[in-house]
């Protein structure tokens, strides 16, 4: 079993798993089993807490193509901090879903603080991303700001300060926003939330449609809205149906993601929420599979491959699919991509550049830690007496495809200090912790994020590699294969230094590529 679990805003919205879905399917975040139903943890405020009325419990049963997948909860209750009227919110999501034919629990959960009226005064976003590791994010507003301290594993936190909008409402307030005002068709309004995954606000538009009796509505006229939201980030964030029953109650609500298929949360009892389902549940990693209209002969060894590659209901953004030294456009349209790509390209010292190596890709971050002593130590034992940054590179990347445990689901997203210590995880811990080693003995590097190549699926799946600096150019290495270079088959659509960032924010990419994104053709040689 692989769990995830991440305190998280806005269950009821549209938002949901937008980014994290991807993110789940490519990583196979792992952690404990939350056993249902377990509450997030609120922000510290110590002896200035006191607890009073919970002013609402509720439960939800989630539905993923009809197949009874999970339970959410929501709880929120009355504090006062230093005399003060506050409400506790805290929510979680768990569901069960597999990931290539593997079981997989995805735990989700919030916690924050907001004032009677809905203004958050503080939040805590928490995400397990390993066995014995978490990214905890501790905030609160100050003024126009938000204020956080962000920790990962057993690294020092560090602060982060991100503009803060008036606008945005807590998770009681977004409760609030559907059962306490009176709707009726052709009735309009809106609310501005805070996205903690990618430090974005969005504005939701709610407009109720019509009354209806259905299956769907237990044969009772329910009214139906409809949830829209505005485009953030680059990320289209698919739209909600929600039904209020006759009392105006939110009952029932369902949206559609190119990750999971059809969702809906039905209201029920926590007895009901929590009953296991009789249907297979969704595979999320068959969903992200890119399928190749011809399967590759011989993958490893093709030269070039040419990759004809339609963004379908959407286009290319600007910077995604970078050239380098083996990956170039041969043409790009709005919605259409010509990708050349090429296998085995090594240093070979002509056209070499004196270029300065890039300071960025030499620092020490939270998830390329390679300011980290086993870090260090393994690099050091990795290159022995080798003194060429290239040759450097090589013995990292075969060390870490020797020494790193294979096909391992335990840790998610880890970092190199961490990976260091377990010798475990898939392609992202391999490229994080050779990236770290790579840095460690003065090797520029940086992850790149794209596509891999698998025989068995004929087509391109998620996948991380590494990149090092030498003579004046990126050279790709993959230490998930160990094969010296990097084949043809794999399709970078970006890189990242993982500087000064939430931990999981680049991954986002894979959000705004992998629903949309079709291979039309190919050739190779």
């Known amino acids: 079993m692989v769990t995830m679990r991440c305190q998280h805003y806005g269950l009821r919205s549209g938002w949901n798993l937008a980014c994290l879905l991807v993110i789940l399917a490519f990583l196979g975040l792992?952690?404990?089993?939350?056993?249902?139903?377990?509450?997030?943890?609120?922000?510290?405020?110590?002896?200035?807490?006191?607890?009073?009325?919970?002013?609402?419990?509720?439960?939800?049963?989630?539905?993923?193509?009809?197949?009874?997948?999970?339970?959410?909860?929501?709880?929120?209750?009355?504090v006062t901090i230093r005399g003060k009227p506050f409400i506790l919110a805290t929510s979680t999501l768990e569901l069960t879903v597999r990931r290539f034919g593997q079981p997989m629990l995805l735990a989700?959960?919030?916690?924050?603080?907001?004032?009677?009226?809905?203004?958050?005064?503080?939040?805590?976003?928490?995400?397990?991303?390993?066995?014995?590791?978490?990214?905890?994010?501790?905030g609160t507003v100050v003024g126009n700001e938000l204020v956080m301290q962000v920790q990962f594993g057993q690294q020092p936190p560090r602060e982060v300060k991100i503009p803060w909008s008036p606008e945005a409402i807590g998770l009681y307030a977004e409760e609030r926003f559907f059962t306490e005002h009176p709707w009726q068709p052709g009735r309009e309004r809106g609310y501005v939330k805070f996205l903690p995954e990618i430090d974005r606000f969005v504005r939701c538009h709610v407009k109720a449609e019509d009354y209806e009796a259905g299956p769907h509505t237990q044969g009772r006229k329910w009214l139906r809205l409809r949830q829209?939201?505005?485009?953030?980030?680059?990320?289209?964030?698919?739209?909600?149906?929600?039904?209020?029953?006759?009392?105006?109650?939110?009952?029932?609500?369902?949206?559609?993601?190119?990750e999971f298929g059809k969702m809906t949360l039905i209201r029920t009892n926590r007895e009901q929420a929590l009953a296991s389902g009789d249907k297979p549940v969704v595979d999320i990693g068959l969903q992200q599979l890119v399928?190749?209209?011809?399967?590759?002969?011989?993958?490893?060894?093709?030269?070039?491959?040419?990759y004809r590659l339609q963004m379908v209901n959407g286009e290319f953004s600007e910077g995604l699919f970078p050239q380098d030294s083996?990956?170039?456009?041969?043409?790009?349209?709005k919605a259409l991509l010509e990708l050349e790509v090429l296998g085995g390209v090594v240093p070979t010292g002509e056209g070499a550049q004196s270029q300065e190596p890039p300071a960025e890709y030499l620092r020490s971050n939270s998830v390329v830690n390679s300011e980290d002593k086993l870090v260090q130590e393994l690099a050091r034992r990795a290159i022995g007496t080798e003194t060429q940054p290239w040759q450097k590179a090589l013995r990292i990347e075969r060390w870490v495809y020797a020494n790193m445990k294979k096909g391992t689901l335990t840790e998610g997203f880890a970092s190199a200090d961490e990976v260091a210590r377990t010798r475990e995880g898939d392609c992202t811990e391999h490229a994080v912790l050779a990236a770290?080693?790579?840095?460690?003995?003065?090797?520029?590097?940086?992850?790149?994020?794209?596509?891999?190549?698998?025989?068995?699926?004929?087509?391109?799946?998620?996948?991380?590699?590494?990149?090092?600096?030498?003579?004046?150019?990126?050279?790709?290495?993959?230490?998930?294969?160990?094969?010296?270079?990097?084949?043809?088959?794999?399709v970078k659509i970006a890189h990242h230094s993982w500087n000064d960032v939430q931990p999981l924010r680049p991954l986002v990419v894979f959000r705004l590529v992998l629903p949309h994104l079709r291979a039309v053709a190919l050739s190779w040689e």
């Open 30 to 78: 792992s952690g404990s089993s939350s056993g249902g139903g377990v509450l997030a943890q609120p922000p510290n405020h110590g002896n200035d807490v006191q607890l009073g009325k919970v002013l609402s419990e509720v439960w939800e049963a989630v539905y993923l193509e009809g197949a009874k997948s999970g339970h959410a909860h929501h709880r929120f209750q009355e």
């Open 108 to 138: 989700m959960s919030l916690a924050n603080y907001e004032t009677p009226a809905g203004q958050v005064a503080s939040i805590t976003v928490s995400m397990q991303v390993g066995r014995e590791q978490r990214i905890v994010r501790r």
């Open 228 to 258: 829209r939201f505005d485009k953030v980030a680059n990320l289209e964030i698919p739209e909600t149906l929600l039904w209020l029953d006759e009392q105006g109650r939110l009952v029932r609500q369902e949206s559609v993601w190119p």
């Open 291 to 306: 399928r190749l209209p011809q399967p590759i002969p011989n993958p490893h060894q093709v030269k070039k491959i040419v």
């Open 326 to 333: 083996r990956q170039r456009m041969l043409r790009r349209e």
């Open 436 to 490: 770290a080693m790579c840095r460690a003995v003065g090797v520029p590097s940086r992850l790149a994020l794209g596509l891999a190549y698998v025989e068995h699926w004929r087509a391109l799946v998620p996948h991380m590699w590494l990149e090092v600096w030498i003579q004046g150019r990126w050279y790709a290495l993959d230490p998930t294969l160990g094969q010296g270079s990097v084949p043809a088959t794999h």
